[in-house]
């Protein structure tokens, strides 16, 4: 039944592209944009060091600035069979398109320190990112959630609510603790009253 259920449930693949600069170029209030032309249809901006990251004794990319693209899907797919350097070089395009100005027309590229992609897609043990409506039928997720002996399964993709989103993915762990814990406290009783 679980196995019939994880086929029925569709699942694709989504990259993060993260970006580091030297220096910030893109207005102070700007926090994120959707772009679903662009090469980078979701993108976020962030500042280093954060509160956080200053806790914690710096971090390496101290004093840098960051955005994080996001593509997830037959895109994401694509993307997939590029090099860095290409998705370094369309990224940092669309931003110059975006951000450029007569008086600085390439500030992305003049500005560029690093880059880092990740692609869930190359990962051995998930091979995906995120779930997605499909041909999956009423209760699929619900099955996929149902532990089967002391195996107990969270992730988005068990949620029937709140998917595809980290959201879900953090209260399905909630209900596996639960799960968990009324497991081996039942256990654990159960065995004391033997002795």
Not at 16 to 23: A, E
Not at 84 to 94: F, G, N, P, T, W
Not at 155 to 165: D, Q
């Amino acid at each position: 039944e679980k196995r019939e259920a994880v086929s029925r449930v569709g699942m694709s693949t989504a990259i993060k592209v993260c970006l580091v600069f030297k220096h910030q170029f893109w207005p102070e209030n700007f926090w994120d944009a959707c772009c679903p032309f662009g090469f980078l249809p979701e993108i976020w901006a962030t500042k280093y060091p954060n509160e956080s990251s200053k806790s914690q004794g710096g971090c390496e990319q101290a004093d840098k600035v960051a955005i994080i693209g996001f593509i997830a899907g037959e895109r994401a797919e694509q993307m997939s069979k590029m090099t860095q350097e290409d998705i370094v070089v369309s990224s940092l395009s669309q931003l110059d398109e975006m951000f450029g100005s007569r008086i600085e027309e390439a500030p992305a590229t003049l500005a560029f320190h690093s880059c880092h992609v990740k692609d869930w897609s190359q990962e051995p043990f998930i091979r995906g990112a995120y779930t997605y409506p499909s041909t999956a039928q009423r209760g699929d997720r619900g099955i996929l959630a149902k532990s089967a002996g002391t195996l107990f399964f969270a992730g988005e993709a068990t949620h029937e609510g709140v998917n595809p989103c980290m959201q879900g993915a953090l209260e399905t762990s909630e209900r596996v603790v639960t799960e968990l814990f009324q497991t081996f406290q039942f256990k654990a009783k159960t065995n004391w009253s033997k002795l």
